[in-house]
């Protein structure tokens, strides 16, 4: 993190991850990322991998099986795992995001034809998972469970299964967590629109173009 000075200016995005903003304190010198200070920082997946990990977690698979289909090493899946139940444990209660917060959605396709057992045992149905599919379409009751990530810049992240991807769903959601008058970017998908409405500082950004 940086010296909580206030004067903070935005820089080029990450080489690796252009979803990533960099930023630089004017006073401290100090350089950071939207992920510093979060459980993430400083690794080098994806946060789109790690929203699928933390959900093969909740499935029970072994190590082994969640490197298997991440096409990760085990020792990389078995960091991993470990940085994120660190995090689960740490975190007693929802945090309160504010400042600048971003948000996205991840759609996983519930379960995969290799392990359908462990899939069955959470009352699912198997099918193969992929990490983004097509909006609107994403229900738990379609086995394609919706994750809203919530993501303060330089600060906490949280990640919520939701039931379907509407406004009703989200708000109570965003309400809690999120304060009002916070800064918001989220891309102009519709599920948004109504964020000034509820007291936030909307910013539409594209994330296809790496904003």
């Known amino acids: 993190m940086h010296c909580d000075s206030a004067v903070i200016s ?3 995005r990450d080489t690796t991850q252009p979803q990533r903003q960099k930023y630089r304190c004017s006073d401290c010198g100090r350089w950071f990322d939207d992920l510093t200070g979060t459980v993430f ?6 946060l789109r991998t790690w929203v699928v990990c933390l959900y093969f977690m909740g499935l029970n698979l072994s190590n082994r099986q969640v490197s298997h289909e991440l096409g990760l090493h085990k020792d990389d899946a078995q960091r991993m795992t470990e940085q994120l139940r ?3 444990d ?3 209660v929802l945090p309160e995001l504010t400042g ?3 948000a996205d959605e991840v759609y996983v396709v519930a379960g995969h034809k290799g392990h359908p057992k462990a ?3 959470q009352g699912r149905q198997g099918r193969r998972r992929r990490l983004k599919g097509a909006r609107d379409q994403g229900t738990l009751a379609k086995e394609k469970p919706p994750i809203l990530g919530l ?3 330089g600060g906490e992240v949280v990640f919520h299964m939701l039931e379907n ?5 989200i708000e109570p959601l965003i309400r809690t967590i999120v304060t009002k008058g916070t800064r918001f970017y989220a891309d102009e998908y519709d599920i948004y629109a109504r964020l000034p409405a509820w007291g936030y500082d909307h910013h539409s950004v594209c994330h296809s173009r790496g904003e």
């Open 10 to 12: 935005k820089q080029d």
């Open 41 to 46: 920082a400083g690794h080098h997946q994806p």
């Open 86 to 88: 660190a995090g689960i």
């Open 90 to 92: 740490s975190q007693q």
């Open 100 to 102: 600048e917060v971003e």
């Open 119 to 121: 899939v069955r045992q």
């Open 151 to 153: 993501i303060q810049r």
């Open 165 to 169: 991807v509407q406004q009703k769903t």
